[in-house]
């Protein structure tokens, strides 16, 4: 008993001093790495001079080093040209990007090459926090708008061939194309971003994958003038948490199935969504032509519309082009679930399932569906799609 009380007594006192030695080794770990701060190979803040070759040194230098490294990104305006970060033959697999600046690109958007702006290659185990990158992509916009010769623009942020990745409390500004792309990677967390372009801004995605395996978007804010998440063709395991979407055009699967052999989409949780006046909700999207792509095992759950045009779609009759020969779409589709879906619709026909007269869809669950528009009762139009309802669904499913 006088054991059992004195351990009770004193088991307060342990944990505050085991927390306090935590701490201490933490500390003490954080401060055994090594830091490279850009401004001390040569990045100056003024906005006007490229630090390019200052940022290159300083990977070369937290590649190299044995222990944990951090670039460090002071506060001011750092003007960058395209870069590209490769990891090929970087030995250290724990690499922060710091930044408490501001990135901004090359006001010429012919700078770029049509590519993309800032590139991680091939690296494992690189975390960015914090942070502005400023695309200056009004430009570019605007030469597209007249109709000129003009080229596609950048992405402002790529990783591609890498894995255990993160990126937190990052902001994308005004990318000339797509602001964040992750494309054929593995292990990657996304949270706490905030993407910002006009609505009338084109081919500006927030966030696309692609070829992708074990990918979390969480916590964000995106306002853009395309998709707010774009998923391409090899997706798998991607789950996508808690996003503010407007403007933009929606959460979009697709689009898919352009070529005739091309992997398929499989596993993608969409959840906790607010729509605010997008072009689209939850979109699946198809080139109607022939194509070995599939997509299958997709949960739309708990998402809010507000005077969202197409709240619910599946258009498997994509044909964009003048020259594009409308076919039935090869792309195979199915398990998809819509569940707790709420809000307003702009237009009657708030859910729209236009599936492959070929390949029909097949296993839609609606399930606690609840859109209206004008304050009436909204439409459902189905075509080629077969499936379940249960709970309350309104519009009554056509299914």
């Not at 969480?218 to 998923?231: E, M, P, R």
Request: proline share 4%; glycine share 10%.
């Amino acid at each position: 008993m006088t054991i059992s009380i004195l351990h009770c007594l004193l088991r307060p006192f342990l944990i505050i001093l085991l927390t306090i030695l935590s701490s201490t080794s933490f500390n003490s770990a954080i401060s055994t790495g090594a830091n490279y701060n850009v401004v001390s190979f040569g990045a100056n803040p003024d906005g006007k001079t490229d630090c390019a070759k200052a940022f290159l040194s300083a990977w070369q230098k937290a590649c190299g080093s044995a222990q944990p490294a951090t670039i460090y990104v002071p506060p001011g305006r750092f003007l960058l040209g395209k870069v590209i970060f490769v990891g090929g033959e970087c030995s250290n697999k724990a690499i922060t990007v710091t930044i408490d600046g501001t990135l901004v690109a090359p006001s010429n958007y012919n700078g770029n090459d049509d590519s993309n702006w800032i590139v991680f290659e091939n690296v494992d185990g690189v975390s960015v926090h914090g942070g502005l990158l400023d695309g200056q992509g009004t430009s570019l916009w605007a030469c597209k708008k007249s109709g000129g010769n003009c080229p596609s623009g950048a992405t402002s942020l790529e990783f591609t061939n890498s894995k255990n990745i993160m990126v937190a409390g990052l902001t994308s500004l005004n990318s000339q194309m797509f602001h964040i792309v992750i494309y054929q990677c593995q292990h990657v967390k996304v949270q706490g971003v905030k993407v910002m372009a006009p609505a009338n801004s084109p081919n500006t995605d927030g966030i696309h994958i692609a070829g992708s395996d074990d990918v979390t978007i969480l916590n964000s804010n995106i306002q853009t003038g395309d998709d707010c998440v774009s998923v391409g063709a090899g997706t798998t395991n991607l789950w996508v948490e808690n996003i503010a979407c407007g403007p933009g055009h929606g959460i979009s699967i697709g689009s898919l199935g352009q070529d005739q052999n091309e992997a398929g989409v499989q596993n993608v949780t969409v959840k906790t969504i607010k729509f605010m006046g997008t072009e689209n909700g939850v979109r699946i999207k198809t080139w109607g032509k022939p194509s070995n792509a599939f997509v299958k095992g997709i949960l739309f759950q708990h998402a809010v519309m507000v005077d969202v045009q197409n709240p619910i779609v599946i258009d498997q009759n994509y044909c964009p082009d003048k020259g594009c020969s409308r076919q039935a779409s090869g792309v195979k589709i199915s398990d998809v679930t819509y569940q707790d879906i709420h809000g307003t619709s702009a237009t009657e026909v708030a859910v729209k399932f236009d599936c492959s007269s070929k390949n029909p869809c097949s296993g839609i669950q609606l399930e606690d569906v609840k859109l209206t528009y004008n304050n009436q009762v909204a439409q459902a139009s189905c075509q080629n799609a077969g499936g379940t309802s249960q709970g309350y669904v309104q519009p009554q499913s056509c299914l």
